[in-house]
Nanobody
Framework: QVHLVESGGGLVQPGGSLRLSCSAS????????LRWYRQAPGKQRELVASIVSAGTTNYDDSVKGRFTISKDNAKNTGYLQMNSLKPEDTAVYYC???????????????WGQGTQVTVSS
């Protein structure tokens, strides 16, 4: 059993910063890929940023230059540093991890419960 828990969300003024964390616990050998999604009210969930096991990162155009994704393999934790936040960044942010339970096993996908980010003055 694996649990992903996001934290770090909250209310911030435009131009402010937040750092989201995604902590994985349970039977984990390694986290291969980590992705952050967001879902605003009335909209579909969208991929914001991703990082693969080799460290390559990708970002949606709307957050490039403002958001930074990273992960600490030793802590089984991923992060999303969000700077220069805008009201349109308001959404529930979810982390999604592709991980292995053993060295030669397949990858499995797990989701966190989400954390609310509200950007407003």
């Amino acid at each position: 059993q694996v649990h992903l828990v996001e934290s770090g969300g909250g209310l911030v003024q435009p131009g402010g910063s937040l750092r989201l964390s995604c902590s994985a616990s349970g039977n984990i050998f390694s986290i291969n890929d980590l992705r952050w999604y967001r879902q605003a009210p009335g909209k579909q969930r969208e991929l914001v940023a991703s990082i693969v096991s080799a460290g390559t990162t990708n970002y949606d155009d709307s957050v490039k230059g403002r958001f930074t994704i990273s992960k600490d393999n030793a802590k089984n934790t991923g992060y999303l540093q969000m700077n220069s936040l805008k009201p349109e960044d308001t959404a529930v942010y979810y982390c999604n991890a592709l991980l292995r339970h053993s060295a030669d096993g397949p990858t499995f996908s797990y989701w966190g419960q989400g954390t609310q980010v509200t950007v407003s003055s």
